[in-house]
């Protein structure tokens, strides 16, 4: 077990950058020449890496159209998963070409495996990661497939039980995975803010000992930042360069400005989350005169005593503490005193 996993240089854990990948998925609606356009346009919105998904429509599933088969209750009403997967499903041959161009956009470019067959095609094109979606985290024979690569995992936990991700995790353990990520997710398309429970993310990362992030299907970039500051290190977001382009995925993936705008906050809540810090910070350093000080307000004479009328707690922060004040009032100046003047101890009367 570790607390980070490396991916082509990129370290990701707890204290380094949160890692933003964006999932391509059905958005390309089979036209080569726009997969690329969405993976030039998720360079330019801050994606470190590109994922895209690896099946047909046989290796997932079979054309049935017995009531099994049929999709119900969800945004793909009314087809069945034979229809839906070959509408989304990404053309082999365009993936090795895609992740050329990927990594010649400085992106890193990896997949999901729907099977064993994709593990092996995958393994041909020298992926650095591999992803294992939520609905195949309970196909075990996979899971020891894609860990006997050896390579980085990262795991969705939609809708598994705690007992169902322990098998999981335990599974890819056991068939060899040494680096390993989880994701916090909602397989529901789009998930609500109120779905998320993020408070999961620390006790995920707390109970299996590993990075933690967030696979995230809802539409408010509040949702990942929120992840972050719980202490996410993964987000994923489906990408699209436009909603109107209608496709299975279409409806709950961020448009690039979105996305930019997603990476800009992600981004600035990895820098403010920081440390554990007390006492100024340099740059609070120059405010500390702007701190409350004990000051003469009043002139006092020689020999007269220091008051509640003539010595107050004011800013700015140039005379004693004021947790002096008791000893300070009732004891008589030693010389004239003008009003403004910080109370410092050789104001005192020694005598």
Known sequence: MHNYVEINGHTIGPGHP?????????NHNHD?????????????AGADAIKLQTYTPDTITIDCDSEYFQIKGTIWEGKNLYELYGEAYTPWDWQPK???IANNLGMDLFST???ETAVTFLEQMHVPAYKVASFENVDLPLLRRIAQTGKPIIMSNGMATLAEL??????????GATELALLKCVSSYPARPEDMNLRTIPNMAQTFGVPVGLSDHSMDIAVPVTAVALGACIIEKHFTLSRNMKGPDSEFSLEPDEFKQMVAAVRT???ALGKVQYGPTQIETKSKSF?????VVEDIDAGEPFTAKNVRSIRPGHGLHTRYLPDVLGKKAGKPVKRGTPVTWDLLSHG
């Open 98 to 100: 895609l992740k050329e």
């Open 18 to 26: 949160t890692y933003i990948i964006a999932e391509m998925s059905a």
């Open 32 to 44: 080569f020449d726009l997969a690329v356009k969405i993976m030039e346009a998720a360079k330019a």
């Open 269 to 271: 809540a990895d820098q």
């Open 291 to 295: 701190r409350r000080s004990l000051f």
């Open 113 to 115: 495996p729907f099977d």
């Open 166 to 175: 322990d098998e999981a995790v335990q599974t890819l353990y056991q068939a």
